[in-house]
């Protein structure tokens, strides 16, 4: 475990992945905040889910991982969220996202926003903003975070759930933007920072909107990343793919537990291409611990 335990929040969607073996918590916030919790830090998912079963099997699902679930809202008059999962023969999914979930109807609250003061990373995205009431509700609880706690945007664009507004609000309210490699010429193209090539176009986003660091994740051919005096590449890690489902998210909470350390970014990203290649090697987003490589991702070695 690490020496230094801190509070690290995803903050926006949770619910269930309709997955081909059957249903799996799902959910960006809630696969970086399992991930960081297995890394040794308090982790908590700041979401909403329906006052039904569904709902109440989320809960109990949260507990069973180790998760904070008390920040969870509880909504009787929207379901908990569902999303159907369909992998391609090499392990990519394809998402079905129900609309009008509970976590649509995300409430700014007293309690919200005292975590919001107590967290050390928030970790948002932009699919959580598909609605109205959430995203004043992510933006608010942005804006009342400490200075120094690392706010990472996590742009996992879903279906036509963004637009540019969103995705330059949030990434002026982030200090660290993690992206992939299909992603990247969208978001460039639509903030007029695309300059051709991926480390170019990283480049601008990062000076455009004064980020601290701009993570890119190719797949199986690794990442980027683009700091403010040196970038890094990473070649990856060779698995066999069983599904991709939550690697990224596993990438980004190797990201934020070595941005925490301030560690190099070498160290870390090869420790957040470990993370993330041995989720892709695994079943759903939340595999059992292995102990042996978890403590290789915390140590960098």
């Not at 804006?143 to 706010?151: G, K, L, S, V």
């Not at 190797?254 to 957040?272: D, F």
Request: overall charge neutral; charged content about 25%.
């Amino acid at each position: 475990m690490v020496s230094d335990p801190r509070r690290i929040l995803g903050l926006g969607e949770v619910l269930w992945d309709l997955l081909p073996p059957g249903k799996q918590l799902g959910g960006a916030p809630a696969n970086f905040a399992y991930m960081s919790a297995l890394l040794g830090h308090r982790s908590v998912v700041a979401s909403r889910v329906g006052a039904d079963p569904l709902g109440d099997e989320l809960r109990e699902r949260l507990a069973r991982l180790g998760l904070d679930g008390s920040y969870l809202q509880v909504d009787p008059a929207h379901a908990t969220g569902t999303v159907r999962v369909r992998l391609d023969r090499q392990g990519q999914p394809s998402y079905e996202i129900t609309q009008g979930a509970a976590w649509d109807f995300l409430e700014w609250t007293r309690s919200w926003q005292d975590l919001a003061a107590q967290a050390d990373v928030i970790c948002f995205g932009s699919l959580a903003q598909r609605s109205d009431a959430a995203r004043g509700t992510i933006r608010a609880f942005l804006r009342a975070t400490r200075a120094d706690a690392i706010r990472i945007f996590d742009v996992n664009l879903r279906q036509d759930f963004f637009s540019p507004e969103t995705l330059a609000q949030s990434l002026r309210l982030a200090r660290v933007a993690k992206l992939n490699d299909t992603e990247l010429p969208v978001v460039a193209r639509l903030l007029g920072c695309d300059r051709g090539d991926e480390k170019s176009s990283a480049e601008r986003l990062r000076r455009e909107f004064r980020l601290e660091l701009v993570c890119l994740t190719r797949g199986s051919r690794g990442s980027l990343l683009v700091g403010e005096s040196e970038s890094d590449e990473h070649a990856g890690f060779a698995v066999r793919v069983t599904d991709s489902v939550g690697a990224g998210d596993a990438f980004t909470a190797a990201l934020a537990h070595h941005l925490l350390k301030g560690s190099s970014l070498r160290v870390m990203n090869e420790a957040a291409n470990r993370m993330g290649a041995w989720v892709a090697s695994q079943s759903g987003a939340t595999p059992a611990p292995e102990p042996a490589l978890l403590e290789a991702v915390r140590s960098g070695a």
